[in-house]
Nanobody
């Protein structure tokens, strides 16, 4: 009933930039926190950045000053602008959202939704 669709991943050289987008769709009533996580090969999934419904942001130390997270509440979309990319930023990036929605049986429910992931590769 609710899904997240990510886009914007790809291959970029060190020092380059990419912009990831994540759009939520479905019977959405409201979205609280949204964020991006990443998982590199052989490593655990980690928080990259998160943003509240009031656009208060939180960043991992490793991306502070290089990545910028923003959201468009009217479009239920969050954007991650990634600048000065490093090889260690290479990972699958996953979008996440805390959603209040109306289910098929007409109840109001809450759920944490994950996107399918988009690969970011930083390499020369």
């Amino acid at each position: 009933q609710v899904q997240l669709v990510e886009s914007g991943g790809g291959l970029v050289q060190p020092g380059g930039s990419l912009r990831l987008s994540c759009a939520a769709s479905g019977s959405i009533l409201s979205i609280n926190d949204m964020g991006w996580y990443r998982q590199a090969p052989g490593k655990e999934r980690e928080l990259v950045a998160s943003i509240t419904s009031g656009s208060r942001t939180n960043y991992a130390d490793s991306v502070q000053g290089r990545f910028t997270l923003s959201r468009d509440n009217a479009k239920n979309t969050v954007y991650l602008q990634m600048n000065s990319l490093k090889p260690e930023d290479t990972a699958v990036y996953y979008c996440n959202a805390d959603v209040k929605y109306r289910s098929s049986d007409s109840y109001i429910r809450f759920t944490k939704v994950w996107g399918q992931g988009t690969l970011v590769t930083v390499s020369s």
